[in-house]
């Protein structure tokens, strides 16, 4: 399985940005796919995960109100819509991919993407 993602950059606080992933036609369905992120000198923590079968999604208690996680069930893609970003949202994002439920453990997922920089100034 192979996670391509896309989106990042920089932006003001209260900003917004959109990212994306994409998995490759080859993975095994239904799909788990989520996103974590990594600050310099930090753990890498998670942010949202969705899951294809049923369309759960879960989010760490930082970003709930302010980040959205949409997926697409046929096309084994997710993307995460960040609102109202602050400072420390500033990190590495990296999308993940499991089979079975949702997890915010990044040892349960199996695939990974290369990481997308997002960066909040103040």
């Known amino acids: 399985v192979q996670l391509q993602a896309s989106g990042g950059g920089l932006v003001q606080a209260g900003g917004s940005l959109r990212l994306s992933c994409v998995a490759s036609k080859r993975t095994l369905s239904p799909i788990v796919m989520g996103w974590f992120r990594q600050a310099p000198g930090k753990e890498r923590e998670f942010v949202a995960a969705?899951?294809?079968?049923?369309?759960?999604?879960s989010y760490t208690d930082a970003v709930k109100g302010r980040f959205t996680l949409s997926g697409g069930n046929a096309s084994n893609t997710v993307s995460l819509q960040m609102n109202n970003l602050k400072p420390e949202d500033t990190a590495a994002y990296y999308c993940a991919a499991r089979q079975g439920s949702t997890s915010s453990f990044p040892r349960y997922y199996s695939y990974w993407g290369q990481g997308t920089q997002v960066t909040v100034s103040s």
């Open positions: 969705f899951a294809q079968r049923g369309g759960a999604t």
